[in-house]
């Protein structure tokens, strides 16, 4: 069996907050905390860069936007030279509905798809699942995980640390 990491288990959104500073400051790069709910400011608690999924999201949008009119430009002028009511083959104002509804379609789905390859989902077997204590996480628990594979990781050493800043439960779980 192998060291997956460490899990312990915190009172309160404080503690775990200040918790979180503290393994930042000291340099601890592979650690997560989970919460019942999100905690204003654990993102710069923790040293988390801001997310990429807003330029994704834009990036779709710009593809759906081109879409949408690459497609009525060449349907209108190439495809199917139709000309109705004495308009221009090029009528832009009339392409204004079904370009924004593609930039707003790529646009979901871009925010979508792009949230779970950012989140890694889905994630059909997690270690933290086999902690007894983990699934307080859900309604009332928060913790935080240190990762084996983090430079700083020493069993002794994440031990002493974690109770020191009011860890409970310190848990390490193996992998099989």
């Given at each position: 069996?192998?060291?997956?990491?460490?899990?312990v288990e915190f009172s309160s959104p404080g503690t775990?907050?200040?918790?979180?500073?503290?393994l930042r400051d000291a340099g601890y790069k592979g650690f997560e905390v989970y919460s019942p709910f999100p905690i204003h400011?654990?993102?710069?608690?923790?040293?988390?860069?801001p997310s990429p999924l807003g330029w994704i999201v834009l990036c779709g949008g710009t593809c759906g936007l081109l879409t949408g009119?690459?497609?009525?430009?060449?349907?209108?002028?190439?495809?199917?030279?139709?000309?109705?009511?004495?308009?221009?083959?090029?009528?832009?104002?009339?392409?204004v509905p079904v370009t924004f509804?593609?930039?707003v379609l790529f646009s979901a789905f871009s925010a979508v798809f792009g949230m779970l390859v950012l989140?890694?989902?889905?994630?059909?077997?997690?270690?933290?699942?086999?902690?007894?204590n983990f699934a307080k996480v859900t309604s009332?628990?928060?913790?935080?995980?240190?990762?084996?594979?983090?430079?700083l990781f020493d069993r002794h050493t994440?031990?002493?640390?974690?109770?020191?800043?009011?860890?409970?439960?310190i848990e390490f779980i193996e992998e099989a």
């Open positions: 069996m192998s060291l997956k990491g460490v899990l775990v907050y200040k918790a979180a500073e503290t400011g654990m993102d710069g608690a923790m040293g988390l860069k009119v690459g497609l009525q430009t060449w349907v209108a002028t190439s495809a199917y030279k139709l000309i109705i009511s004495g308009k221009p083959l090029f009528s832009y104002p009339a392409f509804e593609l930039m989140n890694r989902l889905p994630q059909h077997y997690f270690p933290y699942f086999k902690s007894r009332h628990g928060f913790f935080i995980s240190i990762d084996a594979l983090d430079p994440v031990t002493e640390y974690l109770s020191k800043m009011g860890g409970q439960n």
